[in-house]
């Protein structure tokens, strides 16, 4: 069974660095085409991908948020985190990580998907 | 970045209905297409993923096409539980984008 879990601050001041941690079980990160994202949602409004690590530790970022995000994995510990930089008011929503598997043909990666997500975490940012 | 682009934004309807919900990309796509559901307050959930694919454990009442450019998520006949709001997703190039959403509510 897998599953996901986001922990980290509820309240973050403006220009501080936010830190979530996604711990994971029924997985290893350490299968071919095995991945973890992170994806956050203002509130009422719609989900944006902010970044994924992956099996082989290859990373990629949303272009407009990567001078400010890292993303890490710690395999030992089931671990995945994210951390971002200079936050700012309109960085508040719910930050959601989940498990992405790729679909592989002949070794050849071809579509991903989300297939299993964290309950998500409420992250505030306010003076 | 590829926008994804759904429509309608929101739609009302009654238990029984069948829904149609679009999503066009800015590019050709392939089938690189995921659509999730988020009921309100609770994470979205995985429905179909390459476009036509019915992930594990989802009724069959769902239902996906399309290719390239253009693509329909379908429920056949909607239930109580449907009422959520869908999203789709591209998988075929990073940035990963998702489309604005598609609100399904209660007629």
């Known amino acids: 069974q897998v599953t996901l879990r986001e922990s980290g601050p509820t309240l973050v001041k403006p220009t501080q660095t936010l830190t979530l941690t996604c711990t994971f079980s029924g997985f290893t990160l350490r299968t071919r085409g095995e991945g973890v994202g992170w994806i956050r949602q203002p509130p009422g409004k719609a989900l944006e991908w902010l970044a994924v690590?992956?099996?082989?530790?290859?990373?990629r970022y949303s272009p407009s948020l990567k001078n400010s995000l890292t993303i890490t994995k710690d395999t030992s510990k089931n671990q995945v985190v994210l951390t971002m930089t200079n936050m700012d008011p309109l960085d508040t929503g719910t930050y959601y990580c989940?498990?992405?598997?790729?679909?592989?043909?002949?070794?050849?990666?071809?579509?991903?998907?989300?297939?299993?997500w964290g309950q998500g975490t409420l992250v505030t940012v306010s003076s | 970045d590829i926008q994804m682009t759904q429509s309608p934004s929101s739609l009302s309807a009654s238990v029984g209905d069948k829904v149609t919900v679009t999503c066009r990309a800015s590019q050709t796509i392939s089938s690189y297409l995921n659509w999730y559901q988020q009921r309100p307050g609770k994470a979205p959930k995985l429905l179909i993923f390459?476009?036509?694919t019915l992930h594990s454990g989802v009724p069959l009442r769902f239902s996906g096409s399309g290719s390239g450019t253009d693509f329909t998520l379908t429920i056949s006949s909607l239930q109580p539980e449907d009422f959520a709001t869908y999203y789709c997703q591209q998988s075929y190039s990073t940035p990963l984008t998702f489309g604005g959403g598609t609100k399904v509510e209660i007629k």
């Open positions: 390459a476009a036509s």
């Open positions: 989940a498990h992405e598997s790729t679909i592989t043909i002949f070794g050849v990666p071809r579509e991903s998907y989300f297939d299993f």
């Open positions: 690590i992956y099996w082989d530790d290859d990373k």
